[in-house]
């Protein structure tokens, strides 16, 4: 039995009285002490794990005037606060012992936009891609880029002063700021803004903060003219942060602090709101993947491309492309990579789409004029289209994350990740780079901006050994002393995070006044403190790259244990599952409740802290169940409050939808489902189940019972009171009713043949061929037995015997409830009955994907279970067997309506074909389908039926299925759905039922 796990890390004193009096104050935002909450901001996508006292969630510029008001008072001296947005950065740079403050959360409005003026007004929290989602109809965008668009923050952005693909031609951040809204420490709001000197020396007499910023920064950019000038390179990726080099333009005669904000991330200021320039989006766009033999070709290639002035080159080596080949992204890409080592994605763009043709056709002339030469392209592909294009830029931005999928301990990981160099030196650099890596023995990964001299290199490191761990600062020195010899800088692109002892080494003389400006803003070292520079420029109080790392407390677990929970020790935060677009599958109950723990990442975090916890606590037998007295106690205290960790664990559990959207959609496939039923099946040693979780589980067994008297069980359930009183007692709501016609009827009157499997295996090769088994699931056949039987006569139309044997329990509900034990001698009983089928050689076919996936997915990830059985989803079987749709329907008219296909979230992201398939054997009928983006419906099989989940199903559906689903009595005919989960829930909150598209098949089969 688990023990109940207490946590030491307990708030200190002064942190909890500070936030109680914050709680008395008009701060209108979420204040979360809960350690949960705390871990969640422990780490980013960094190598740090540090555990803040407490996470605050403004939800206005005015909250956090009250919350700096407040510290400022006497007892709150010692409170120190660090800003945070996505959480993305790669170098711990939102990572701090106090208190986080995350703008992410309620500060994401898109507050004005203004054509005429170009020019947009935001809160720090929105996340790129929305706000250029919301910019695209009016032909504009905000043109800084970055890999993680989909999560990362423009608060962040700005803080990091952020780049990436396309700055050659567009810059960083900073050059893209028109004015900033902040609140200092001392509560003080300012506004910045590029000013004449009148105004400077105005600004400069106020007797208060502002004025002293002015003056200490005037002071610096004017007498340290000569020394600034010499200490910033001069090359695309300039230093930034702090960028004194910029503050005061001579030809315009203006002084602008946003300079200095843009990229001191958090340690000056906390923004509360940007005005940012627009830039129009360019009528044309092309991409070429080129491709080489080998990374250093790619590399060196660089210079000769960058004459044809293109908008960006990225390269992308070898390994990321060879763990690309086992990601869901390679069915998209591999025609357009082939079978090359290294690719260089060069993009133009213009306005002038001649002018695009020209430099086109002159660049792909030279590569097949001089291919497979020594070091030259072996190839090229020319994206067609805006899909081909972006389904290129999305292999580039995955990258990262693929890393984490190198097999074995040691992973890349980031900490000398974004060095640059002025372009010219950047092949030279990087070969001395390659020698350095190579020196100690090391794998690593390189992919990056060649056209701006920034590389991403990511040596493998396992931190967990503390031999590993002791080169992260050996590498470190030698790779600052390789980037001054070539005039570049460590901070190329992310930051400086923990990275900050270099800071002195690169700004030289000039720390000192890093400091005074550092003071002039927080005098006290309150704001991101050890980032940076400290105000008095003492080189003591910065971090450095040896911080806490996430490795120490991961080698708390022993390393048993590590691998068999190895998806939640693999996630390496880089926070692709925080993906804001509610027309993506990724994380539907991140989405809803915008809380982190309701994440993969989340819940990856709270598990191997929990495990960690089972280490210190040196828990043994935590398999063993206690008995019914000791569980009823337990769950006692539990009533009455009493703290145990598991709860914490439990809650962030219990929120996820188990759509598996992680399983595949997260760059390291982290299973949450999986590892929820683990946990789950632990945590019932200790506590009682809820009765619902038995009801639950075994409904698949309960449907079955329940289809022999369906009118009487429908009879009892489908009333006013019954369903009240399922709401009130077993609080499950909209429970389904049992289809009247049943399957075993239906079949009856079509006199289907009986199931016989000693029959069977007397069939002839030829009437093998000609037939099909085809498996119930609980969800249709009892649930929906019409498109069971409408499936049936569809496969006899098509000429097949169709053999359907009786039902059997799939265990996905026990699954997911984490009756472990239970599921997994069920899905031995089955696969011992499958693979006995299989020797039949008929194919065998399954309707509902949930089901049908389970065989595929959570079946072969049991120990020793050896499947030899193959189910099909539906269309995977017509797509192969094509040849009979083709001669049954034969030459037909291309029909004048048009489909519209919702996806089931689980086939979506592990059968990764699955839609098109189906478009494909529309196409081939000439009925036109589309397929429509859609995130999760909601209801996820048993989740949207659960009353305290039953809001957030509701919302989960409303972000994004209501939204497409015509208004249109009409059209909604035309609304296909292939999930039974997708079809209820439209159903009870758009009163319709959706067809499976093997109706519409059926009706053309018949015609
Ligand atoms: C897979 C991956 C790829 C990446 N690729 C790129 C890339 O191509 N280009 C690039 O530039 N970066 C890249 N990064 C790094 C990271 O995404 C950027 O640094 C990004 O700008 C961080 O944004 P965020 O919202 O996640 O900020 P966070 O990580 O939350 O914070 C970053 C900094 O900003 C500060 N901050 C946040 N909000 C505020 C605020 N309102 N006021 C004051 N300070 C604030 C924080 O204190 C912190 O110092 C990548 C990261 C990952 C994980
Ligand atoms: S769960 Fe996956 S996508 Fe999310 S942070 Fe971890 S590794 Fe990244
Ligand atoms: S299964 Fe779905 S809801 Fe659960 S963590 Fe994964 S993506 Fe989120």
Same mark, same amino acid.
């Given at each position: 039995?688990?023990?109940?796990?207490?946590?030491?890390?307990?708030?200190?004193?002064?942190?909890?009285?500070?936030?109680? %009096?914050?709680?008395?104050?008009?701060?209108?935002?979420?204040?979360?002490?809960?350690?949960?909450?705390?871990?969640?901001?422990?780490?980013?996508?960094?190598?740090?794990?540090?555990?803040?006292?407490?996470? $605050?969630?403004?939800?206005?510029?005015?909250?956090?005037?009250?919350?700096?008001?407040?510290?400022?008072?006497?007892?709150?001296?010692?409170?120190?606060?660090?800003?945070?947005?996505?959480?993305?950065?790669?170098?711990? /740079?939102?990572?701090?012992?106090?208190?986080?403050?995350?703008?992410?959360?309620?500060?994401?409005?898109? #507050?004005?936009?203004?054509?005429?003026?170009?020019?947009?007004?935001?809160?720090?929290? $929105?996340?790129?891609?929305?706000?250029?989602?919301?910019?695209?109809?009016?032909?504009?965008?905000?043109?800084?880029?970055?890999?993680?668009?989909?999560?990362?923050?423009?608060?962040?952005?700005?803080?990091?002063?952020?780049?990436?693909?396309?700055?050659?031609?567009?810059?960083?951040?900073?050059?893209?700021?028109?004015?900033?809204?902040?609140?200092?420490?001392?509560?003080?709001?300012?506004?910045?803004?590029?000013?004449?000197?009148?105004?400077?020396?105005?600004?400069? /007499?106020?007797?208060?903060?502002?004025?002293?910023?002015?003056?200490?920064?005037?002071?610096?950019?004017?007498?340290?003219?000569?020394?600034?000038?010499?200490?910033?390179?001069?090359?695309?990726?300039?230093?930034?942060?702090?960028?004194?080099?910029?503050?005061?333009?001579?030809?315009?005669?203006?002084?602008?602090?946003?300079?200095?904000?843009?990229?001191?991330?958090?340690?000056?200021?906390?923004?509360?709101?940007?005005?940012?320039?627009?830039?129009?989006?360019?009528?044309?766009?092309?991409? #070429?993947?080129?491709?080489?033999?080998?990374?250093?070709?790619?590399?060196?290639? %660089?210079?000769?491309?960058?004459?044809?002035?293109?908008?960006?080159?990225?390269?992308?080596?070898?390994?990321?492309?060879?763990?690309?080949?086992?990601?869901?992204?390679?069915?998209?890409?591999?025609?357009?990579?082939?079978?090359?080592?290294?690719?260089?994605?060069?993009?133009?763009?213009?306005?002038?789409?001649?002018?695009?043709?020209?430099?086109?056709?002159?660049?792909?002339?030279?590569?097949?004029?001089?291919?497979?030469?020594?070091?030259?392209?072996?190839?090229?592909?020319?994206?067609?289209?805006?899909?081909?294009?972006?389904?290129?830029?999305?292999?580039?931005?995955?990258?990262?994350?693929?890393?984490?999928?190198?097999?074995?301990?040691?992973?890349?990981?980031?900490?000398?990740?974004?060095?640059?160099?002025?372009?010219?030196?950047?092949?030279?650099?990087? +070969?001395?780079?390659?020698?350095?890596?190579?020196?100690?023995?090391?794998?690593?990964?390189?992919?990056?901006?060649?056209? !701006?001299?920034?590389?991403?290199?990511?040596?493998?490191?396992?931190?967990?050994?503390? /031999?590993?761990?002791?080169?992260?600062?050996?590498?470190?020195?030698?790779? !600052?002393?390789?980037?001054?010899?070539?005039?570049?800088?460590?901070?190329?692109?992310?930051?400086?995070?923990?990275?900050?002892?270099?800071?002195?080494?690169?700004?030289?003389?000039?720390?000192?006044?890093?400091?005074?400006?550092?003071?002039?803003?927080?005098?006290?070292?309150?704001?991101?403190?050890?980032?940076? $520079?400290?105000?008095?420029?003492?080189?003591?109080?910065?971090?450095?790259?040896?911080?806490?790392?996430?490795?120490?407390?991961?080698? /708390?677990?022993?390393?048993?244990?590590?691998?068999?929970?190895?998806?939640?020790?693999?996630?390496?935060?880089?926070?692709?599952?925080?993906?804001?677009?509610?027309?993506?599958?990724?994380?539907?109950?991140?989405?809803?409740?915008?809380?982190?723990?309701?994440?993969?990442?989340?819940?990856?975090?709270?598990?191997?802290?929990?495990?960690?916890?089972?280490?210190?606590?040196?828990?043994?037998?935590?398999?063993?169940?206690?008995?019914?007295?000791?569980?009823?106690?337990?769950?006692?205290?539990?009533?009455?409050?009493?703290?145990?960790?598991?709860?914490?664990?439990?809650?962030?559990?219990?929120?996820?939808?188990?759509?598996?959207? +992680?399983?595949?959609?997260?760059?390291?496939? $982290?299973?949450?489902?999986?590892?929820?039923?683990?946990?789950?099946?632990?945590?019932?040693?200790?506590?009682?189940?809820?009765?619902?979780?038995?009801?639950?589980?075994?409904?698949?067994?309960?449907?079955?019972?329940?289809?022999?008297?369906?009118?009487?069980?429908?009879?009892?359930?489908?009333?006013?009171?019954?369903?009240?009183?399922?709401?009130?007692?077993?609080?499950?709501?909209?429970?389904?009713?049992?289809?009247?016609?049943?399957?075993?009827?239906?079949?009856?009157?079509?006199?289907?043949?009986?199931?016989? #499997?000693?029959?069977?295996?007397?069939?002839?090769?030829?009437?093998?061929?000609?037939?099909?088994?085809?498996?119930?699931?609980?969800?249709?056949?009892?649930?929906?037995?019409?498109? !069971?039987?409408?499936?049936?006569?569809? #496969?006899?139309?098509?000429?097949?015997?169709?053999?359907?044997?009786?039902?059997?329990?799939?265990?996905?509900?026990?699954?997911?409830?984490?009756?472990?034990?239970?599921?997994?001698?069920?899905?031995?009983?089955?696969?011992?009955?499958?693979?006995?089928?299989?020797?039949?050689?008929?194919?065998?076919?399954?309707?509902?994907?949930?089901?049908?996936?389970?065989?595929?997915?959570?079946?072969?990830?049991?120990?020793?279970?050896?499947?030899?059985?193959?189910?099909?989803?539906?269309?995977?079987?017509?797509?192969?067997?094509?040849?009979?749709?083709?001669?049954?329907?034969?030459?037909?008219?291309?029909?004048?309506?048009?489909?519209?296909?919702?996806?089931?979230?689980?086939?979506?992201?592990?059968?990764?074909?699955?839609?098109?398939?189906?478009?494909?054997?529309?196409?081939?009928?000439?009925?036109?389908?589309?397929?429509?983006?859609?995130?999760?419906?909601?209801?996820?099989?048993?989740?949207?039926?659960?009353?305290?989940?039953?809001?957030?199903?509701?919302?989960?559906?409303?972000?994004?299925?209501?939204?497409?689903?015509?208004?249109?009595?009409?059209?909604?005919?035309?609304?296909? %759905?292939?999930?039974?989960? +997708?079809?209820?829930?439209?159903?009870?909150?758009?009163?319709?039922?959706?067809?499976?598209?093997?109706?519409?098949?059926?009706?053309?089969?018949?015609?």
């Amino acid at each position: 039995m688990i023990p109940k796990l207490n946590l030491k890390d307990n708030l200190k004193p002064e942190y909890l009285l500070f936030l109680d %009096a914050l709680a008395k104050t008009p701060f209108s935002g979420e204040i979360r002490p809960d350690f949960a909450s705390r871990l969640m901001m422990s780490t980013d996508n960094s190598i740090y794990q540090i555990l803040p006292q407490a996470v $605050v969630y403004p939800k206005s510029e005015q909250d956090l005037v009250h919350l700096f008001q407040l510290a400022q008072q006497e007892p709150f001296k010692s409170v120190t606060f660090s800003p945070r947005g996505g959480g993305t950065g790669t170098n711990g /740079q939102s990572l701090s012992p106090g208190i986080i403050i995350d703008c992410s959360k309620y500060m994401h409005q898109i #507050l004005e936009i203004n054509l005429e003026q170009g020019w947009v007004r935001v809160q720090p929290g $929105v996340v790129l891609d929305k706000l250029n989602a919301e910019l695209k109809p009016y032909g504009v965008f905000f043109a800084p880029s970055l890999s993680p668009s989909n999560r990362a923050t423009i608060g962040g952005m700005i803080n990091t002063d952020a780049c990436g693909q396309g700055s050659r031609i567009y810059g960083r951040t900073s050059n893209h700021i028109l004015e900033l809204n902040w609140v200092l420490a001392d509560g003080t709001v300012g506004r910045s803004h590029a000013i004449n000197l009148y105004t400077l020396n105005h600004l400069k /007499q106020q007797p208060n903060s502002i004025g002293h910023i002015y003056s200490q920064v005037n002071e610096i950019v004017t007498t340290k003219q000569k020394i600034i000038e010499q200490s910033f390179p001069k090359m695309p990726r300039f230093m930034t942060g702090y960028n004194l080099a910029k503050v005061y333009s001579p030809p315009e005669q203006t002084f602008n602090l946003n300079w200095l904000l843009a990229g001191s991330e958090g340690t000056l200021a906390i923004i509360t709101e940007a005005k940012l320039k627009l830039t129009p989006i360019p009528k044309y766009k092309k991409l #070429l993947a080129i491709h080489y033999n080998c990374f250093n070709d790619a590399l060196f290639a %660089a210079e000769t491309l960058l004459a044809f002035a293109p908008a960006a080159i990225e390269t992308i080596d070898e390994k990321i492309l060879s763990l690309a080949r086992q990601d869901e992204i390679y069915e998209k890409v591999k025609h357009f990579i082939l079978g090359a080592k290294a690719i260089n994605l060069v993009e133009f763009s213009s306005d002038d789409l001649e002018e695009l043709a020209q430099k086109l056709t002159r660049i792909c002339q030279s590569i097949t004029l001089n291919r497979n030469q020594p070091q030259q392209p072996t190839g090229y592909y020319l994206a067609q289209n805006e899909t081909e294009i972006s389904h290129l830029w999305d292999l580039r931005k995955r990258g990262v994350g693929l890393l984490g999928n190198t097999k074995g301990d040691r992973k890349p990981i980031a900490f000398i990740e974004d060095t640059a160099v002025p372009p010219a030196c950047l092949a030279n650099y990087i +070969c001395e780079f390659q020698t350095l890596l190579n020196a100690y023995q090391l794998n690593y990964a390189m992919y990056g901006h060649v056209d !701006v001299g920034c590389m991403h290199v990511r040596p493998a490191l396992d931190l967990k050994v503390p /031999q590993d761990e002791a080169l992260i600062g050996e590498l470190s020195d030698k790779v !600052v002393a390789l980037v001054r010899k070539y005039g570049g800088v460590m901070w190329g692109e992310h930051g400086k995070g923990f990275r900050s002892e270099y800071t002195p080494t690169f700004f030289g003389e000039l720390y000192p006044d890093l400091g005074k400006i550092k003071a002039a803003f927080d005098p006290d070292n309150r704001l991101n403190p050890g980032k940076i $520079v400290a105000p008095n420029a003492s080189y003591n109080e910065v971090v450095r790259v040896e911080a806490p790392l996430r490795g120490h407390f991961d080698r /708390q677990v022993a390393k048993e244990v590590r691998s068999q929970y190895e998806v939640a020790f693999s996630c390496n935060g880089n926070g692709a599952c925080f993906n804001y677009n509610p027309d993506d599958v990724m994380c539907p109950s991140a989405k809803i409740t915008g809380d982190r723990i309701h994440s993969p990442k989340g819940r990856a975090s709270l598990m191997r802290e929990w495990l960690r916890q089972l280490a210190i606590n040196k828990s043994e037998e935590i398999e063993k169940s206690g008995n019914f007295t000791l569980k009823f106690w337990n769950n006692l205290t539990k009533i009455w409050g009493s703290y145990d960790y598991s709860h914490e664990v439990y809650n962030g559990m219990h929120g996820c939808l188990s759509c598996k959207a +992680c399983a595949s959609q997260c760059p390291i496939h $982290v299973d949450i489902p999986s590892l929820k039923a683990q946990f789950l099946e632990l945590y019932h040693t200790r506590y009682l189940r809820h009765w619902r979780d038995y009801f639950v589980g075994n409904i698949e067994t309960l449907a079955n019972w329940q289809s022999h008297a369906p009118v009487l069980f429908n009879f009892l359930t489908q009333n006013f009171v019954t369903r009240w009183l399922i709401q009130k007692f077993v609080r499950m709501v909209d429970p389904p009713a049992i289809s009247t016609l049943t399957v075993r009827q239906g079949l009856k009157q079509r006199q289907a043949p009986v199931f016989d #499997l000693e029959k069977l295996s007397t069939l002839s090769k030829l009437e093998r061929a000609n037939s099909v088994i085809l498996l119930q699931d609980a969800f249709t056949s009892f649930y929906e037995s019409q498109i !069971v039987l409408d499936t049936y006569d569809c #496969l006899r139309e098509l000429g097949y015997t169709v053999y359907v044997p009786p039902f059997f329990v799939n265990g996905k509900t026990l699954h997911v409830k984490g009756f472990l034990k239970t599921f997994q001698a069920i899905a031995q009983k089955n696969t011992d009955y499958l693979n006995q089928l299989a020797k039949l050689e008929i194919p065998l076919v399954g309707i509902e994907p949930s089901i049908v996936l389970t065989y595929r997915d959570e079946y072969i990830k049991i120990k020793g279970l050896k499947a030899s059985f193959r189910v099909q989803l539906l269309q995977e079987f017509l797509w192969e067997n094509q040849a009979r749709l083709k001669q049954k329907i034969g030459d037909r008219i291309s029909e004048s309506y048009r489909y519209y296909l919702f996806g089931h979230c689980t086939e979506k992201t592990i059968a990764l074909n699955s839609q098109k398939q189906w478009q494909q054997i529309f196409q081939m009928l000439k009925i036109p389908l589309s397929l429509v983006a859609t995130g999760c419906c909601g209801m996820a099989g048993i989740y949207g039926h659960e009353a305290e989940h039953y809001n957030e199903s509701q919302g989960i559906y409303s972000m994004s299925w209501r939204r497409q689903i015509s208004s249109d009595v009409e059209q909604r005919k035309f609304c296909l %759905a292939t999930g039974y989960s +997708c079809r209820s829930q439209i159903k009870r909150f758009d009163s319709f039922v959706p067809l499976h598209p093997i109706q519409v098949i059926l009706s053309h089969c018949k015609i």
